[in-house]
C-alpha cells in the first residue's frame, strides 16, 4: 500500500509568517509522530499522537508550534510567526497499534525561512 | 527521560572493509533498538532492529549487537559498497510504554571509498 506522505515537499516563507505542513500516515497506523531534523543533525522529537488520546506535546520547543490529527488520519503541523532556527526538514512518520514496532518515515518537508 | 549517545559521527571506509557503529543509551527500560539508514535527500529506513530479548540480529551483511547489562548496541557492516555510503542512526524506546516515539542518536555519516 501507500507509504506515508507529505506535503508541501518544499516551503520557503518569509519571518514572522505562519505555516501548515501536512502528512497523511499509512492507512490504519494508530500512531503519528513529528520530528525535526536540523541539517547534519538528528531526528528531534515534537510531538506524537495515539488515536484517540491526547497528544504528547513534550517535544514542541515553543509555543509558535502546534499540531492536530482528527482520529487516525491527516495531521498538520502549523508554525506560527516563523523564525529563521525554525529552518529544517520536517518529518513525519506513523506506526500500527500493538505489537509491529516499525516507524515509518514519510519524505519529510523542507522548510527554509528567510 | 531516554538519552542515545551514538560515535562516530564521522567514519570512512575502504570498500570491502568492515564499518562499526556504536550507541549507547541510559533507561535500562528500552527494549526495542532499530537502526536507520538515512540516504542524501531521502526519508530514514529501517535497515535492522533488535529486541532485548536477542543479543545479536543479522540480515546479509549488515548485523547488530546488544550488552543490555552494558547499555550499548553496535551496528556492524562487513564487505563494505559504495551504496553503504549514507547517514546511519540508532534509535531506542520502551515497547511496554505504548508508541512512545523513538529517541535517536545523532548520527554517523558513513563513507564507503571505493
Known amino acids: 500500500g501507500a507509504g506515508v506522505s507529505q506535503s508541501p515537499s518544499n516551503k520557503v516563507t518569509e519571518k514572522g509568517k505562519d505555516v501548515e505542513l501536512r502528512c497523511d500516515p499509512i492507512s490504519g497506523h494508530t500512531a503519528l509522530y513529528w520530528y525535526r531534523q536540523r541539517l547534519g543533525q538528528g531526528l528531534e522529537f515534537l510531538i506524537y499522537f495515539q488515536g484517540n488520546s491526547a497528544p504528547d506535546k513534550s517535544g514542541l520547543p515553543s509555543d509558535r508550534f502546534s499540531a492536530e490529527r482528527t482520529g487516525e488520519s491527516v495531521s498538520t503541523l502549523t508554525i506560527q510567526r516563523t523564525q529563521q532556527e525554525d529552518s529544517a526538514v520536517y518529518l513525519c512518520a506513523s506506526k500500527a497499534s500493538g505489537s509491529p514496532d516499525t516507524q515509518y518515515f514519510g519524505p519529510g518537508t523542507r522548510l527554509t525561512v528567510l | 527521560g531516554e538519552n542515545v549517545e551514538q560515535h562516530p559521527s564521522t567514519l570512512s571506509v575502504q570498500e570491502g572493509d568492515s564499518a562499526v557503529i556504536k550507541c549507547t543509551y541510559s533507561d535500562s527500560a528500552s527494549n526495542y533498538f532499530p537502526w536507520y539508514k538515512q540516504e542524501l535527500g531521502k526519508r530514514p529506513q529501517l535497515i535492522i532492529d533488535i529486541r532485548s530479548n536477542v543479543g545479536e540480529k543479522k540480515d546479509q551483511r549488515i548485523a547488530v549487537t546488544l550488552n543490555k547489562t552494558a547499555k550499548h548496541f553496535s551496528l556492524h557492516i562487513t564487505e563494505t559498497q559504495p551504496e553503504d555510503s549514507a547517514v546511519y542512526f540508532c534509535?531506542?524506546?520502551?515497547?511496554?510504554?505504548?508508541?512512545?516515539?523513538?529517541?535517536f542518536g545523532k548520527g554517523t555519516r558513513l563513507s564507503v571509498i571505493a
Open positions: 534509535a531506542a524506546r520502551n515497547r511496554n510504554s505504548g508508541n512512545t516515539p523513538l529517541v
